[in-house]
């Protein structure tokens, strides 16, 4: 190669990696914002990428250091982002200016994995609106006291179960792996119209899909990293975070259950119905199957690993803290003397203690440490300090909401890191600082969903055992995996469950059971 040509090339090699790694590091320091030096490439992000802190530590780490501060500049690996510590701000992004945030960014490449790709997470502007607007009415109160009985079915079926392998001598247990089982359950029940009981068919092919591709760890964690921060590199290997088999699946089940049902005339209390009766209306047999299947997919996704984690957490704290077992197996048995042994939608939703047991873990432990959006719309934000500039973003600019660092300081929660439902009793909750579903029009669409599981399945497992730590495996306080992007035990949630003396037989019968549908 001839000098000029070679002398050229290097400053061309020079011009480039500048302007793609190191003008992209200085960002906030031009415009003035609170960061912390970033490593080329890996951004603020090389703690959590080589396993010495979790993710949720590590953005409260970050947020701790600006306490002063509305927002700081945070580097996801060579992405700017803003870290939004300020409530008002943060309703200000999320609820008043809307239109100007109303996207995520994207977990899934729709054109790797087509169906999957397009789910209610992922939906942008206009087809986002329209498809919530179809989905809510599957979530509204009336619908969760329809799909109560079916939810108990599940949650029977997993405390009978636990009871009687775990017996009197008890028996300890990894809860990610027994209540994985019960979340599966309840999500093809009331989604899908499928019966299943993983407790008694361990091997069903629903919880083994579920187990296999939708747990955030290991290499499904490095898949969602891939496409969330490195979109090209993840289209140039193909690298698609679920596959043809797993979509074709739920494919098949979405086709297969509404076949069934409109050729016999099936009526179920579920999201599948609901979608059914909209496609009908419409007259879009061919596009709907698809949507469908993307939005089931997406519910049986957030179903099996996430709610199932948060219920984990919920177990570990209630079986670590006996004075709050106590307490709720009051508000239990209560029940259970005034409903004469068949526990009733109204009766378990009025139970209080339940309610602020199930906040405060939420509060503790919400799943993920951030929550975000994408800018649309040019937007001024006030200055990070007293000392700096309003900062305008951009379209394409990214901001997070801290909310797991916002749930742990004490400038909103005394105590932070003690598990106190107490503070919930009142039933004052303030969303500008609590938001382990989100905030704004785009909080979870299944919260309601999630919140009926969840009280369901600690009243059944209360109700039926007593639950301990275990001396060897249960960690306290808790450890957070080092590996997962969702918050999550390191090694699991181990506890010893032990059957209760129970003056009532172990299993009641459900007072108005709908019939299932098989497979």
Known sequence: MEPTTLLLTILTA???????????????????VPYVQPIPFFGNMAPFVFRRISNVELIQKMYNLFPDAKYFGFFDFSSPTFIIRDPELISMIAIKHFDNFCDHRAFVNESLDPIAGRNLFNLRGDHWREMRKLLSPSFTSSKMKMMFELMSQCAENC???VATEAGKAGKTYDMK???????????????????????KFPKNEFFMVGRK????EGLVSFKLYMHRNFPLLADLF???????????FFKDVVSNTVKTRDEQGIVRPDMMQLM????????RREFDIN????????????????????????????GINPDVQRKLREEIDDVLRQTNGKPTYEAINRMKYLDAVITETLRMYPIVSFLDRVCIKETELPPATPKSKPVTLKPGDRVWFPNYSLHRDPKYYPHPNKFDPERFLDNTVDNSIYMPFGIGPRICIGNRFALMETKIMLFYLLWHCDLE?????????????????TTTAEGGFWLKLRARNLKAPVTQGLSNGHKVEEP
């Open 159 to 161: 405390a009978t179960f």
């Open 291 to 318: 949507e469908m299947t993307a939005q089931a997919f997406v519910f049986f996704l957030a179903g099996f690993d996430t709610v199932s984690t948060a219920m984990c957490c919920m177990t570990h704290e209630i």
């Open 14 to 32: 020079g011009v480039c990696l500048y302007y793609f790694v190191l003008s992209k590091l200085t960002y906030f320091e031009r415009l003035k």
């Open 177 to 199: 792996e027994i209540l994985c089982r019960y979340a599966n359950d309840t999500v093809a029940t009331c989604a899908f119209g499928i019966s299943v009981d993983s407790f």
């Open 469 to 485: 730590p275990d001396d060897i495996k249960t960690k306290i306080p808790m450890v957070f995996s080092k590996t997962s992007f």
């Open 276 to 283: 059914m009766e909209t496609r009908n209306k419409d007259n």
């Open 238 to 248: 193909k690298l698609r975070m679920f596959g043809p088999k797993i979509e074709n």
């Open 213 to 216: 591709a939708m747990v955030f």
